[in-house]
Nanobody, 124 residues
């Protein structure tokens, strides 16, 4: 079955860096743009990053600019999300999805394939 397989997440201390991965299974990732949502308890889901499949243009949530990086490795059929200087407000479930990348929404539909989500908790 075609899907995205996520790895990473868990408990992170404030100030540390987080890296999440998302690997395409059953399809070729370089045919798609792809990005990440996150959702914290009691809050709306928000798009945080997207990278295109053509020229690797990158789109980020403005409030995370400077701390967040999305990359893709088509040889490994995998994308990565890195978030530096983790803060308590970064605690959320992070989910990858194939997507159209667009400003200002970051992710703009074409959600053909989804990862299962990963809980990230920032705590001492």
């Amino acid at each position: 079955q075609e899907h995205l397989f996520q790895s990473g997440g868990g408990l992170v201390q404030p100030g540390e860096s987080l890296t999440l991965s998302c690997a395409a299974v059953g399809f070729v990732l370089d045919y798609f743009g792809i990005g990440w949502f996150r959702q914290a308890p009691g809050k709306e889901r928000e798009a945080v990053a997207c990278i295109t499949n053509t020229h690797e243009a990158r789109y980020y949530l403005g409030s995370l600019q400077g701390r967040i990086t999305i990359t893709r490795d088509d040889a490994k059929n995998t994308i990565y999300l890195q978030l530096n200087n983790m803060k308590a407000e970064d605690s959320a479930v992070y989910t990858c999805t194939t997507a159209r990348c667009e400003e200002p929404t970051i992710l703009a539909g074409r959600y053909d394939y989804w990862g299962r989500g990963a809980q990230v908790t920032v705590s001492q």
